[in-house]
């Protein structure tokens, strides 16, 4: 089993920047792929970015540029850097990490909120 903490959402003004991080816990060595995810009320779940075990990013459209995923292997954690915040970025963001078979888990979520 793999257990997820997230922390470092809240209330930011537009312009403003947070950190998310996530770190994991129990059956570490099972996972290839760690990311970030984010929700809005009545639509879909949508990645934010995500890295790799060998280090290969991927990063939304929406937040390129704006966004940088990193990993800490010795703390087993997940961080997302987001600079230049926008109203539209408010959103519930998801610690996930997926194992190799395709095993995916879910941190708690938390809220991240950009005032205009």
């Known amino acids: 089993q793999v257990q997820l903490v997230e922390s470092g959402g809240g209330l930011v003004q537009a312009g403003g920047s947070l950190r998310l991080s996530c770190t994991a816990s129990g059956r570490i060595f099972s996972l290839y792929n760690w990311g970030w995810y984010r929700q809005v009320p009545g639509k879909e779940v949508e990645l934010v970015a995500r890295?790799?075990?060998?280090?290969?990013?991927d990063v939304a459209d929406s937040v390129k540029g704006r966004a940088t995923i990193s990993r800490d292997t010795a703390k087993n954690t997940v961080s997302l850097q987001m600079n230049s915040l926008k109203p539209e970025d408010t959103a519930v963001y998801y610690c996930?990490?997926?194992?190799?078979?395709?095993?995916?888990?879910w941190g708690q979520g938390t809220q991240v909120t950009v005032s205009s």
């Open positions: 996930n990490v997926v194992e190799y078979g395709g095993v995916q888990h």
């Open positions: 890295v790799s075990i060998g280090g290969t990013t």
